[in-house]
């Protein structure tokens, strides 16, 4: 079973701070990747996709790929309150077929 | 506007019926997908097409059906034998295998 691992958190970070979000994934033929970000209630929205490894910024927000530590980051350059949300990390598996999804990190930007 | 409408957005299933779920999307994709949420949870992928008058079980397909007559439609029926059938439930659609998902609003489904 292919798997993807997130820290449930809560991470709580101070507003204008960095928050980090971190990701594991276990099938190392993985090409493709994505963080998403889910309100409460509220459906998925993509923020970043990341197929190469190294930096891929967008805002205030930069994806870390490392496909040899099996590794994906997310970066949130001064954190606002809206920012607050689950952070889901999203794997395609390698027949490309479908999308393996964490369990989520909850962030919590306090003003 | 293009997208992937579900519908309805809340509903309600008495015990031993059988309930479907709607999805439609305007893209034009030709992937399509359904993941149940529960608290807490990630997405779990229950069934998915590649193509019309295809789909494939995911992860946890048991007490699920779903069909893929036209391109744009892809219901699910949630039927009797889910026994626990409360939860999230999500419809997402992809163009080409590296693009992301773009997912629908949801319905959400519980017990009477």
């Known amino acids: 079973q292919k798997e993807v691992e997130q820290n449930s958190g809560p991470l709580s970070v101070p507003e204008g701070a960095i928050a980090s979000l971190n990701c594991t994934y276990s099938d190392r033929g993985s090409q493709s990747f994505f963080w998403y970000r889910q309100y409460s209630g509220k459906s998925p929205e993509l923020i970043m996709s990341?197929?190469?490894?190294g930096d891929k910024e967008d805002g205030r927000f930069t994806a870390q790929l490392n496909k040899a530590s099996q590794y994906v980051s997310l970066l949130i350059r001064d954190s606002q309150p809206s920012d607050s949300a689950t952070y889901l990390c999203?794997?395609?598996?390698?027949?490309?077929?479908?999308?393996?999804f964490g369990k989520g990190t909850t962030l919590s930007v306090s003003s | 506007d293009g997208g992937i409408t579900q519908s309805p957005k809340y509903l309600f299933r008495k015990e031993g019926q059988n309930v479907t779920l709607s999805c439609e999307q305007n893209l034009n994709h030709d992937a399509m997908y359904w993941y149940r949420q529960d608290p807490g949870q990630g997405l779990r992928l229950i069934y998915y097409s590649q193509i019309v008058n295809d789909f494939q079980k995911g992860d946890i397909a048991e007490g699920y059906s779903v069909s893929r007559e036209k391109k744009e439609s892809f219901p699910l029926t949630v039927t009797s034998a889910q026994k626990n059938p409360t939860a999230f439930y999500l419809c997402?659609?992809?163009?080409?295998?590296?693009?992301?998902?773009?997912f629908g609003d949801g319905t959400r489904l519980s017990i009477l």
């Open positions: 997402a659609s992809i163009q080409g295998t590296n693009q992301p998902q773009h």
């Open positions: 999203a794997v395609r598996n390698q027949a490309g077929t479908a999308l393996i």
């Open positions: 990341i197929y190469s490894n």
